[in-house]
């Protein structure tokens, strides 16, 4: 499906019934064309995979903060390879290539992904998804979003506890977290939220990404990952560098 719905900037080389070789080289935001890259890209338990021909050639063998797996594979995004069944689906999947190659030309160049064209790692992303959605529904999602790229605001700080039994916040009579205050200017409690359960949806999803980011960032730390030291403000650095 892949090789029907193949771009113009991308060249084939080889194919075959379950493997695409090909130089991608896709167009920058001004039109101009971008860094041209050797792929590889593959079917395997009915997802499409991809990587770099030769891997670690023009990218790091494998880096979490420029979204290549341990095998040297793209994280192109959430299930991104997954069920590509159709021409449209095939013409999107090529468009998060794109997308992706160029993040990778800002990384290189910058050393970090351009802002909002990432997820958290491994599972974390699930649950980021979520708590976007709850922000969007408060109306503070680019307050999320600051808090997850920037380390910005108060959704960056320590959060309240949720109840494990009902959807809600502990400690009703503690001031609302995001510093809301009645007509007259007292602090708005807990309990008296009227978005209390979307608010509770927030910090519960906003919690069980932190503790996915953590379980993700720990299981590099066991397999003696290596950073390689192209990135800004890595979590593996302290860990020691190939480069």
Known sequence: ???????????????????????????????????????????????????????????????????INHDGTFCLGLNAGANIQNNQLAAEWWGKLAKYLNCQE?????????????????????FQIEAENFALRLGILQDYLDAVEHHEGWLAGDLPKCSKDERRILNGRA?????????????????????????????????????????FVQSYRRDDFKCCGTMKNCPFREQGSIL
Not at 23 to 31: L, V
Not at 40 to 46: E, G, K, L, S, V
Not at 47 to 52: D, L, P, Q, Y
Request: hydrophobic letters at 35%; charged letters at 20%.
């Open 1 to 67: 499906m892949l090789r029907l719905a193949l771009p113009s900037w991308v060249a084939a080389e080889k194919c075959t019934a379950n493997e695409l070789n090909v130089i991608a080289t896709p167009p920058k935001q001004s039109g101009a064309p971008g860094t041209s890259v050797k792929i590889r890209i593959w079917t395997a338990a009915d997802a499409v995979n991809v990587a770099e021909a030769q891997i670690g050639h023009l990218f790091p063998r494998s880096c979490p903060q420029r979204h």
């Open 106 to 126: 800002y990384a290189k160049a910058l050393a970090q992904w351009p802002p909002r064209q990432q997820l958290s790692h491994g599972n974390a992303a699930t």
């Open 175 to 215: 001031p609302c977290p995001k510093g809301c205050k009645t007509k007259r200017g007292a602090k708005l409690l807990r309990k008296q939220c009227k978005d209390s359960e979307i608010m509770w949806g927030l910090i519960a999803n906003e919690t069980l990404r932190r503790l996915e980011e953590k379980h």
